[in-house]
Structure formats: C-alpha cells, structure tokens
C-alpha cells in the first residue's frame, strides 16, 4: 500500500482520531489521539491490507514550542520469503504520531499488540517523560504508575532528552562535569 492509501483508508476508519496526515517527504505519517491509539495499533496490526507485524522503534521527541511531547511510532509491514532461503522482504511502512501534553504525557501501551514496545516504551519514558499508560513493566512512583526506567537508575530526577532539562550538578556525592576539565560546572 502507498502511504496515501494507508493514511485514506486510516482516515476512514477512525474519522475522530486522525488529527493530523502527512504523506509528503521521508517520513509519511498521521497524528493520532491518544485516546485511540490502542484501536488504530490493533487494526493496523490486524487488518490484513495493514499486516504491520514490525515496530522498528519508538522515538520520542519534545515539542517544547507546542508545549507537547509526541511518540513516533515506526512500523513496517513485512512479508516471509517465498522459499526457505529467501529473505523477508518490506511490503511497506508508516509512521504514527501520538502527541500528548508536556505536563501530562499519558499514552496507552501496545506492548500487547507489539511486544517490541515494551523496551522501547521504557526509554521514552525514561529520557523523555512519556508515561506509557498499562505498561507490562511499571512501577509506582510519586505521580502514579509509570515504565520502570530501562537507562537511568531507578532514583534519577528528571528526563534527560527533554529541552528544559537542566544536568545535575551532582549524583550521590559524585560530581557531575559537563566539559572537560571543569569542576564546577555552570548550567
């Protein structure tokens, strides 16, 4: 399927939750509610024009402008080799975007639709704040269940990818250095 007909035949099933279509450039997407991103991940995954067996990845990027944060998913639509030495080949590949809030960033988890989300959604959480709602591998912490954190220690304060971050100056008594050769490091 072209990226047209896939966002098309997105757009018609789910009218409501298809906020945004881009089809033009590298990277073809729709920009989906959050609300009905477990819907469209399921139909994308089990309608079979759709047949996207394959999250690549979950990018997650800061908005700070938007005053948003937006997950990135991925997905490639794959199909086995004709004979036992062949290779799989790409049918094709599409992008969705979820943005949410930056001070409440709650999107569902699909780790039950692709199992490969279950790590990368630790990470976007992890370095970016994103909560992924229902996650397989949460813990609780002080706003509620969240992803544990995949690349941090579990005591980390903040997400590091996030623009507004601000380093830390130290961690548990060990100095923190941005640049070389500096000891007190201005932030």
Not at 69 to 96: M, S
Not at 108 to 119: E, K, L, Q
């Amino acid at each position: 399927m072209s990226p047209e007909e896939i966002a098309s035949t997105l757009k018609t099933e789910f009218p409501d939750a298809v906020a945004e279509i881009n089809v033009a450039g590298a990277h073809p997407h729709v920009v989906v509610s959050a609300e009905a991103w477990p819907r469209v991940a399921r139909f994308l995954r089990d309608d079979r024009r759709m047949g996207f067996d394959w999250l690549r990845c979950i990018s997650g990027v800061d908005l700070l402008e938007q005053d948003q944060l937006a997950a990135v998913f991925d997905l490639h639509a794959t199909e086995p080799p004709r004979d036992r030495l062949g290779l799989w080949r790409e049918r094709h590949e599409f992008a969705v975007i979820v943005k949410v809030p930056r001070n409440n960033p709650h999107v569902p988890s699909v780790a039950d639709v692709w199992p490969a989300a279950d790590w990368h959604e630790r990470e976007a959480y992890d370095l970016m704040g994103i909560v992924f709602d229902n996650h397989p591998d949460s813990v609780e912490g002080p706003d509620g269940p969240h992803p544990r954190r995949i690349l941090c220690p579990d005591d980390w304060e903040g997400h590091a990818l996030r623009k507004d971050y601000e380093f830390p100056l130290e961690y548990h008594g060990i100095p923190c250095v941005t640049e070389y050769g500096q000891v007190r490091p201005t932030h």
